[in-house]
């Protein structure tokens, strides 16, 4: 998900590159990619899918995800839970995506993908876009063209990948032996900051946070009431946890 190999230099498209793409219900393949996917989620994902939900983040996390150890990272890392008989997207009605507005990263960016690797000698980590190869899709043979950047900004991206890249933070930190996997106990570390916001919040609470003398301003207490300041304010804390 996070640490997918970059592509061929010869594919690699910057923000200023330009492809053909759109998505409408008048294509014979409207819904089809919405099955048989192997769908990551990123904890902004499951931030704004729950809330659009209405759910809290156990109930969706039993319902909607599946988890597993990300063999390129040692990271725990989600996905979605497709149907056992189809494997259409929970979240897919005959007239597209049911939460359209708080639909993932991986179907923002799509029929674009993005992966990242660490910089080199310490430089920040570098990130690539590409188009996927989705020989079925029929929207790429639609007229509209568009910059790469603009379709960041149409789809909504910008504060997705703004959280996604704070997570490589953690991914690429100086500190992290990329030889060992995390042990069970910061497994679950990361998946309460990441992942299940509403446990992470009342662990701050519960936990005397609130009334450290670095909180004298008020400020966690402020950030325990905004699920994307937590969500930050969860990377934070696993900074300090596993590489102090």
């Known amino acids: 998900m996070f640490l997918a190999p970059p592509p061929d230099p010869e594919k690699r498209l910057s923000l200023t ?28 994902d499951v931030l704004r899918m729950r809330k659009a939900l209405g759910l809290h983040s156990d109930e969706f996390l039993e319902r909607y995800a599946v988890y597993r150890l990300d063999p390129a990272s040692g990271f725990p890392i989600l996905s979605i839970r497709m149907d056992d ?6 979240f897919v009605s005959p007239g597209g995506c049911s939460i359209y507005q708080d639909r993932p990263m991986a179907c923002r960016l799509y029929p674009l993908g993005r992966s ?4 080199r000698n310490g ?16 929207g790429i043979k639609e007229d509209k063209v568009q910059t790469v950047g603009a379709w960041q900004e149409e789809q909504g991206l ?50 005397g946070w609130l009334r450290s003398p670095d909180n004298e301003n008020g400020t966690l207490a402020r950030v325990v009431e905004n699920d994307s ?16």
């Open 17 to 44: 590159d330009t492809f053909a793409f759109s998505c409408h219900s008048g294509l014979s393949c409207f819904n089809q990619c919405c099955r048989n996917k192997y769908l990551p989620l990123t904890p902004y």
């Open 123 to 138: 430089s920040p980590s570098e990130v690539f876009f590409h188009l996927l190869d989705t020989p079925h899709c029929q």
């Open 116 to 119: 990242c690797r660490a910089g």
């Open 85 to 90: 008989a189809d494997g259409r997207c929970p």
């Open 229 to 244: 300041a937590l969500l930050e304010h969860g990377f934070a804390y696993l900074d300090q946890a596993l590489f102090p």
């Open 158 to 207: 910008l504060p997705y990948l703004d959280m996604n890249d704070r997570m490589l933070g953690l991914l690429f930190h100086p500190k992290r032996d990329r030889t060992a996997p995390l042990t069970e106990r910061q497994q679950q570390k990361v998946l309460v900051a990441c992942y299940n916001i509403d446990l992470f919040r009342e662990f701050i609470v519960n936990t």
